[in-house]
């Protein structure tokens, strides 16, 4: 059995890099005139790179690696008018409706009538703040952690703060590197749920799943059946069998 | 006696406005050539409280209201160079050293021997994070809550969270509006520090001082001993003299 089960959010309970991704064909559709498609891309992510570690991760942050992209690109002949659409493109992105994924919400609603349901998000503390608000899950969480990033430093701290036995603990989430890897490392349960679009930054070449030791699923409609399975053969093992 | 004395960061342990307020000089002389001083500060506050619903608190929410009033009060004829030196001061504030306020450090290890000391400041997580992290203080505290915002329900999530006892807890810091007023409305103690220079939108205009029962002090380095007399009263009226 578990004692705690959390979950990443964007991406994992809701979509999010659906709208980055929208964002990003806008950007390229604006510097259309300068440069091409795939140069845009590439050095919007380098620049963002540079800039995580004065910047963090969220929509502000990306918002002034475009304008700093878009600057670069058209070596400072981009207009104020279209520096003015780059940050309109940031304010609808923190204002666009949170889209739950397909079977997020039942898989909470029940799974919280049995477990204590946690959930650990990184980004703008303000942005994630009002989507959980937005979402409609809020009161199907116990807890709900913001931080500035997903490292084993990062677990090892929430595991203290809120005594998680790890033996009873599991974590799902969309990103090998954010989610599941770091949970691993520390001896904790974890599920991949991957997320059809997955931003570069957070993606993990060549691992050996089987060797990692977590679970994988296609959607989180599954997870109910994968818990119920795991809390059986916890039972089996344990001293009280039902 | 207090079981937790809480602190506010920027401008009650180190300096934060004094950095917007540098930095809102170099933005209004950057402008200065197509408006005046006064209508850029004016142009500028109005955005960040328009902003403020979208953006949040912090320097990153900051540098788009300045790119946006920028945009407005030049009718879009600001440069692509002049946007990035506005980036340029953004940055520059996010990795500014941190100066902590005059006594801060000598106060803050000699209450951290009697108390559990905590940190409770509003802003972006990052930027708040890293600062902790190089203010050198951190090992001082035992806790550590960076907030969105700072109002009567955040503070009453955090006396759930942590359990406090708001008969031995102490609140210190430099905003009325976000760090007194509040917890004096739920019952806790709180001690007014002001600084020389504030935020507009924190300033809270006709109190009566005496009736809202804060104490004050003209800065951090009167707080031990207030905290001692206080500890002390609560001695006399408690059922332990010593």
């Known amino acids: 059995m578990f004692d705690l089960i959390a979950f990443d959010a964007d991406d994992t309970l809701w979509h ?38 004065y910047f963090g991760y969220g929509i502000k942050g990306f918002a002034l690696s475009m304008i700093e992209t878009a600057i670069e690109l058209t070596q400072g002949r981009i207009s104020g008018a279209e520096i003015q659409e780059i940050i309109n493109f940031a304010r609808d992105m923190l204002k666009a409706p949170v889209q739950l994924l397909e079977h997020a919400e ?7 009538q049995t477990y204590d349901l946690m959930i650990i998000t ?9 989507k959980i608000s937005r979402s409609g899950l809020a009161d199907y ?40 890897l770091p949970i691993v490392a520390i001896g904790g349960q974890a599920v991949y749920i991957p997320f059809h679009i997955t931003w570069a930054h957070e993606t993990v070449t060549n691992q ?23 809390s059986n053969r916890g039972d089996a093992t344990g001293s009280s069998q039902q």
């Open 16 to 53: 999010n890099e659906t709208l980055y991704s929208k964002t990003q064909d806008k950007f390229k559709q604006l510097l259309s005139n300068y440069q091409s498609a795939e140069w845009i891309e590439q050095a919007l992510y380098e620049r963002e790179m540079r800039n995580l570690q």
């Open 106 to 112: 039942e898989v909470i609603a029940r799974l919280s």
């Open 122 to 130: 990184k980004g703008d503390l303000f942005d994630q703040e009002t």
């Open 141 to 180: 969480f116990t807890h709900f952690e913001i931080v500035s990033d997903k490292t084993r430093d990062t677990y090892e701290a929430l595991v203290a703060r809120y005594d998680i036995d790890l033996g009873r603990f599991l974590m799902v989430g969309n990103s090998l590197r954010s989610d599941i």
């Open 208 to 230: 050996d799943e089987e060797q990692l030791g977590y679970f994988e699923l296609e959607h989180i409609g599954l997870l109910p059946a994968l818990v119920d399975r795991l």
